[in-house]
């Protein structure tokens, strides 16, 4: 894996696909700076070397028009607080304009090109759009995993145009070391928690993890499908029965391959999909008709305490219960508890993908795990065993 490391920026002008694409308020002023903090060590390390550089991002969904609102300039003044260095903007992102903007660039400096998703071309992944980019540095440095499995122009394909000076940014290269860990490398044994509503938006997920793991944890809204699945009632539960028979194969496959699967063994029963509807503890599969199942019981977060505890690699991915509702969330907050614990106690936790991230940043587990990822989708592709086209053209002599 070739990263910034690998390279000496003197001199040169590092081109880097940074993902800027942050929330805006009313004023146009940035309301969440993370994103820009993570692409920080990269753009510092260019600039500390001796170089310049060129950022490019895509901002929004302007969906090809030059839309104002979604200006990159917007956002120049946070970038130049975050990394402490003054950015220039340029109101294209190829062309005459941005080509003299990058020639007139010294060492030390950083510019700022105009929204990539301005152009077409960005999206559709257009060969002669990133030929254009590519004449806007010397060295190509993909740090944005939140698109790396897009195959868009300053993405994936502009890298073709730097066959011998390509790499990954600190940011890309730490998720993918992240991943890795999980997935290949972590000291056993190796958890995964998943949870969140739906089997079938998880179930390329569980049947890519099985080869990865020794212990499996599945809770949510997901738990109903496979108790029903097994002849237990879970009453009005979240369940797809037209998953059921998936469940049963999930559950045989698992055995078959040595995956220890831990369920729900009770629940926070609700009358209705409410904060404050009537709740009764109950064991998972005899939940009446007229309630269902919202969040882990006391028992089950024993379990899966224990288990957590036990585990030296843990991923999580998925919520246990409507965390969004207060008196449901005592689930995912005793997960995180516990993930929080075997972590000081040595363990490796990643967290990625959708609504976990929300969850730990919402409970205050961000800085208690290992690795929180930064990319959504693209952490949910990684899960699901793909190569991302974005990663895979880095790697690609
Ligand atoms: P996902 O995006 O698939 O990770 O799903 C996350 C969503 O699952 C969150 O919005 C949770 O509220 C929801 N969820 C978790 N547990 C349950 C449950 N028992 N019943 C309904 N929804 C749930």
Redesign the pocket.
């Known amino acids: 894996m070739k990263t910034i490391d690998d390279f000496n920026f003197e001199n040169k002008k590092a081109l880097i696909r940074v993902d800027f694409n942050v929330p805006l308020d009313g004023d146009f002023k940035v309301s969440d700076t993370n994103r820009i903090q993570a692409a920080k060590p990269t753009i510092i390390k260019v600039l500390e070397d001796g170089g310049s550089a060129v950022l490019m991002s895509h901002l929004g969904r302007p969906k090809g028009e030059r839309n104002p609102d979604l200006s990159l300039k917007h956002i120049c003044t946070t970038v130049a607080d975050v990394i402490g260095v003054q950015v220039k903007f340029v109101e294209d992102s190829v062309g005459e304009t941005a080509e003299q903007a990058v020639e007139a660039l010294q060492a030390g400096e950083v510019l700022l090109l105009e929204n990539l998703r301005f152009y077409a071309e960005e999206e559709n992944g257009a060969a002669d759009f990133a030929s254009k980019l590519s004449k806007l540095g010397d060295i190509y440095v993909n740090d944005a995993f939140g698109t790396a499995h897009r195959a868009h122009a300053s993405t994936t394909i502009v890298a073709e145009f730097f066959p011998e000076n390509k790499c990954f940014g600190y940011l890309l290269a730490k998720e993918i070391t992240a991943i890795e860990k999980v997935m290949r490398t972590g000291e056993k044994p190796v958890l995964a928690i998943l ?4 089997v079938s ?2 179930i390329t997920i569980i049947e890519n993890i099985l080869d990865k793991v020794d212990h499996l944890i599945i ?3 997901m ?2 499908t496979f108790v029903k699945a097994q002849g237990g009632q879970v009453g009005d ?2 369940c797809e029965d037209d998953k059921m028979e998936l469940a049963l194969t999930i559950l045989k496959q698992a055995e078959a391959k040595g995956v220890q699967v831990h369920l729900p063994v009770d629940v926070i029963a609700a009358n209705d ?1 409410d904060n404050n509807a009537a709740t009764q503890t109950v064991a998972v599969d005899t939940i009446p008709d007229g309630w ?4 882990a019981g006391p028992r089950t977060l024993e379990i899966f305490r224990e288990v957590i505890l036990k585990s030296k690699t843990i991923l999580w ?8 509702m207060e008196n449901f969330a005592k689930g995912t907050i005793a997960v995180g508890d516990a993930i929080d614990a075997a972590t000081r106690t040595g363990a490796f936790s990643l967290v990625g ?4 991230v929300a969850a730990v940043k919402q409970f205050g587990f961000a800085d208690k795990v290992s690795y929180v990822s930064t990319g959504g989708g693209a952490m949910l592709e990684s899960l699901e065993g793909k190569t991302l086209p974005g990663i895979a053209a880095i790697i690609a002599s």
Do not use: C, H, M, R
């Open positions: 949870g969140g509503a739906k938006s998880k809770g949510g809204g738990t109903y539960s979240i999909f269902q199942g919202l969040d991915n998925g919520p246990v219960g409507v965390f969004e993908g959708g609504d976990s």
